[in-house]
Structures are given as C-alpha cells and as structure tokens.
C-alpha cells in the first residue's frame, strides 16, 4: 500500500494530538463535572462545524513537544446556530495552557482572521498565565512587536468564558470582551493565587481574590455568573444572538414569539400610583418586549439600574430601564459605569436604545462622591452624545434633575414618549419645600401643603408635551405598539441599520 508509513503515522499524531493532556487529566475533568477544552467547543458550535487551526501545534522548546499538544490551546472556526464564529478554548491539561510563544500565534491568527472576515470572536478562558520559564528573561518578556496584541476597535463581538481559573491572557481577554459569563468556583485575577500570596507576604482566599461575586458585585467586570460550564456556554450562544456577526451589519431578526405583548394591560398593576412605592421594574420590561427575551446583563452591579438586550417584534433592542426595588431607582456610580458600557456596546453592534425612567436623581454622598460620581455621570453624558443608533425615552413615572437627560430627556433621545403617569422635574417637590423655604411638614402642615401644591405645578406629563419636551403622552399599556411603530421610524435606513461608531475604542474597563 502506498504511504503506508505516512498515513500510520499521521493517524499516530493525530490520536496523540487529540487525546490532549492525557486520559487521567480528562478523566479527573469528567469526575469534577468540568467540561474539558474539547467538550467546551463541541457544547458551544454547531455539530460538526468546528473547522479546528494548530491542532499538531507544540510547545517550541524540543524537550517539550511530546507533552504539549495543541501547545495547551485550541483554536479555529465554527458556527454558532449557523453563523460562523472563531473559537479559542484553552486546554488546562496541557501544561495549565500556560501563554508561549507558539499558542499566542495561534490566537494572533485566529483574532486577525475573525476581525478581517467579520466574524465574533470566543474566548473560553482557564489558563495559568505565561509559560516559565519561557518567558524568563529580557529575551521572553521583552522581545516582539506586538503593539495591537490587545487594541479593541469593535469591529466584531469579543465573549469571553471565565471556567477556571484564569490568568495572563484568559484575565486580558474578560477585560477585554463585550459580553463575560464565569462559571462559579473559577477565579480570575492578574496573577494567581501562588503568586499573589508570595508578593503580599500573607494567604490569600481565591474567591476574594478574583471570585464571582467579586466580579459581579464589585468591579462589575462579568456580566453574569452561572453554575455549569454547560450554561455557560448556553449564556455565550443567546448573547450572540442579539448581535450581528460585525460592526457593518444591522443585528439578525426572528421570529416573534406567540403571546408576546398579550398582558400589556398588566402594567397599571404592577406600577404603584405612589411615586415613593418601590416595584420591580423586570416585571413591566416581561409585559413590553417579546416573550422571554429580556437578557439582563450585569444584574448584580449597578442595581438600581437593568441595562438588558431584549426583542421588540423580534428586532434586537438595548434597554436601559430604572429599577426602584433597588435605592429608589436613584442612580449610583456603579449604575453609571454598568450604563456607560452597555452604551459602547449597543452604539458598536447597531442595537437600537429604549430607555425607560424612574429615578429621583443620583444618588448623593460622601461615599458616591469617592467613587468618582461627577466624572461617570459626565462620561454617561459624553457616550450618550456619541450615540449613533436609534435612542427612545420613555418616562414611566418620575425623571428628575440632571438624570433627566441622561434619561434621554432635553433632546438627548430621537423620541421621548411619557406615560400619563410621569412626572419631570429639577428634583423632587417634596425636598424642594424644604430647601428653597425652609418648611418641613411637622412644623407648618397648612404652609407645607400650600409650597408643595406650588412645587409640584407644571410637572405633569401634559405639561412636558405642552412644551414640546415630550413628543407623546400614551396609556402604559399601548407602550409595546408605540415603541415598534417609533423604532419602524427611526431605523438608520441610509446606512443599511449600520451606526457611525464613535465609540468603537472606548475602553471595555475602567
């Protein structure tokens, strides 16, 4: 039989480089109930669509090769519900698929081709960080020329799957991603638990280092947190759908769901007529857009505020609604940071606004004021002024203050539709008694009553349509109708749904 020899020996290679780290590793994987890299990618993409680039990669020192195939990352092609996305999941049995310079040419390749050829790009992060002793040395550390190696200019969607634990280049890439999900029990930091101990000199507890609830609660870095590697992936595949394949085209359409938009007349029972009561705004947000699509991102961050990609008539809508169940719905730094974001990421991926407000103004104090208050309310305002694509307010029951505009109100939104409910003024009357005439309703009922009637004059949703600030005053329940038929008006038909993307290098964290 002809190549004879060199067909045994491509089957050799291939066993070899597809059996990974070893049937042990994967064996102790499956016990644990963690996917391995392979498993990650053949749960993520279409069956049979992975189009895989390096599987007979190693480690480029010659007394590694044998114990690194793939070099400890996988890389290539495959499609997601038919779509074609690139794909780097990272082989933690290889060596801790530890960062060299073989596998970052893998990546490097992969990155260029997803962004030359408009395709999402998927990171599936576990890694240990850079390979030593590779690295070792200015001849490791300092050599290349790699100046675009992390530049985000947004030209596709960048996901990123914290499952392990994540250092060097899977940390990087969550930093880097629109959209992270991390599997609960991974951590991910700068450096690893190991290393941070020895720096610091004292123990270090991994989930306080970089576990979930760090990263949802506090930095606001991951967008949600699961419980399996398998709803992670779950989270990766319906966060795509929203999204177009680039920057140049508008965002898929599908079907509408049967029943969507039936119990919109629900929504005057779930809205208190007080302005002082507290309700969840998710349950009017279920009532207005398509059945079970509202995907809520970052929902332990920011609270008082649902930033969440949704669907109106089975169009791709971003919302950024106030959540009174949480401080009132007033708007906190974190609130800022989480809307800022999720700005940049509508505006980059031509995914039409709807903003929907609530809120007493900011949330003021010494605490906010630390936290850098004035500037994230001014970067809100600088995005919402970059805005390209479609922005519509609509002003539920109150909007007060300067968070007024950042609401979309005073000409920052192409349309501002008011419930008869609303209400719109500098801030609340009842706070304005007291601090324009000194009054509190203990001291004088009678003159307190009289000063808050005034306060309260001009303040209705036909005194703001009267003025023209409000373009429609509707009932609560036409808002499903009223929002398709203004998004049908303002869609960017002169440049095929395709925004200008002002903010296509606005940083991903900070």
Same mark, same amino acid.
């Given at each position: 039989m002809m190549f004879e020899a060199a067909i045994n020996q491509h089957q050799e290679r291939l066993l070899k480089a597809l059996a990974m780290g070893g049937a042990e590793k994967l064996q102790e994987r499956a016990q644990q109930g963690v996917l391995n890299a392979r498993e990650r990618i053949d749960r993520l993409v279409d069956d049979q669509s992975f189009h895989e680039m390096g599987l007979f990669a190693t480690s480029i020192r010659p007394e590694m090769r044998e114990r690194s195939p793939g070099d400890g990352k996988l890389a290539g092609f495959g499609r997601i519900g038919g779509? #074609? +996305? =690139?794909?780097?999941?990272?082989?933690?049995?290889?060596? @801790?698929?530890?960062?060299?310079?073989?596998?970052?040419?893998?990546?490097?390749?992969?990155k260029r081709i997803a962004t030359q050829r408009g395709l999402p790009m998927v990171f599936l992060g576990e890694s240990t960080g850079a390979r030593m002793p590779?690295?070792? @040395?200015?001849?490791?550390?300092? *050599?290349? #020329?790699?100046?675009?190696?992390?530049?985000?200019?947004?030209?596709?969607?960048? +996901? !990123?799957?914290?499952?392990?634990h994540c250092y060097g280049s899977s940390s990087w890439y969550a930093a880097l991603a629109d959209f992270v999900v991390m599997?609960?029990?991974?951590?991910? =930091?700068? !450096?690893?638990?190991?290393?941070?101990?020895?720096?610091?000199?004292?123990?270090?507890?991994? %989930?306080?280092? @970089?576990?979930?609830k760090l990263h949802t609660e506090v930095t606001g870095m991951v967008d949600l947190a699961v419980d399996t590697d %398998?709803?992670?992936?779950?989270?990766?595949?319906?966060?795509?759908?929203?999204?177009?394949?680039?920057?140049? %085209?508008?965002?898929?359409?599908?079907?509408?769901?049967?029943?969507?938009?039936?119990?919109?007349?629900?929504?005057?029972?779930?809205?208190?007529?007080?302005?002082?009561?507290?309700?969840?705004?998710?349950?009017i947000l279920a009532l207005i857009y398509?059945?079970?699509?509202?995907?809520?991102?970052?929902?332990?961050?920011?609270? *008082?505020? +649902?930033?969440?990609?949704?669907?109106?008539?089975?169009?791709?809508?971003?919302?950024?609604?106030?959540?009174?169940?949480?401080?009132?719905?007033?708007?906190?730094?974190?609130?800022?940071?989480?809307?800022?974001?999720?700005?940049v990421l509508c505006d980059s991926f031509n995914i039409p606004l709807v903003f929907m407000a609530d809120q007493p103004g900011f949330l003021i104090g010494v605490e906010g004021e630390r936290q850098g208050a004035i500037g994230r309310v001014m970067n809100w305002m600088n995005a919402m002024s970059l805005v390209s694509v479609p922005?519509?307010?609509?002003?539920?029951r109150k909007t007060y203050g300067q968070a007024v505009l950042n609401m979309g109100g005073g000409g920052n939104a192409d349309e501002v539709i008011n419930w008869f409910t609303a209400e719109v003024n500098f801030m609340d009357p009842r706070s304005a008694?007291?601090? +324009?005439?000194?009054? %509190?309703?203990?001291?004088?009922?009678?003159?307190?009553?009289?000063?808050?009637?005034?306060?309260?004059?001009?303040t209705t949703a036909y005194d703001a349509a009267a003025v023209y600030a409000a373009h429609s005053v509707i009932h609560p329940a036409q808002t499903r109708a009223h929002l398709i038929r203004s998004l049908e008006v303002h869609q960017l038909r002169l440049s095929g749904g395709v925004g200008e993307h002002l903010m296509r290098t606005w940083p991903t964290s900070y």
């Open positions: 779509r #074609d +996305v =690139a794909v780097v999941s990272n082989d933690f049995t290889v060596m @801790g698929a530890s960062s060299s310079t073989v596998n970052s040419a893998k990546i490097g390749h992969v590779d690295v070792m @040395g200015a001849a490791g550390v300092g *050599s290349g #020329d790699r100046p675009t190696q992390y530049r985000r200019m947004r030209e596709t969607p960048w +996901v !990123s799957a914290v499952l392990g599997r609960k029990g991974a951590i991910t =930091a700068v !450096s690893s638990v190991k290393l941070t101990s020895r720096a610091i000199n004292e123990a270090v507890d991994p %989930e306080a280092l @970089g576990g979930w %398998e709803q992670a992936l779950e989270a990766v595949q319906k966060f795509l759908s929203y999204l177009p394949s680039h920057h140049n %085209e508008a965002p898929p359409v599908h079907p509408v769901p049967e029943g969507s938009g039936e119990q919109g007349q629900r929504i005057l029972d779930i809205l208190p007529q007080s302005r002082t009561q507290v309700y969840d705004v998710r349950k398509d059945k079970d699509s509202v995907f809520e991102l970052k929902p332990r961050f920011g609270r *008082s505020i +649902v930033t969440a990609l949704a669907r109106l008539n089975g169009r791709s809508v971003g919302i950024v609604a106030s959540n009174p169940i949480y401080k009132g719905g007033a708007i906190d730094p974190q609130s800022c940071e989480k809307v800022v974001s999720f700005l922005k519509i307010s609509v002003v539920m008694v007291s601090i +324009v005439h000194g009054v %509190e309703p203990q001291d004088d009922p009678e003159r307190y009553a009289q000063l808050l009637d005034e306060m309260t004059k001009g």
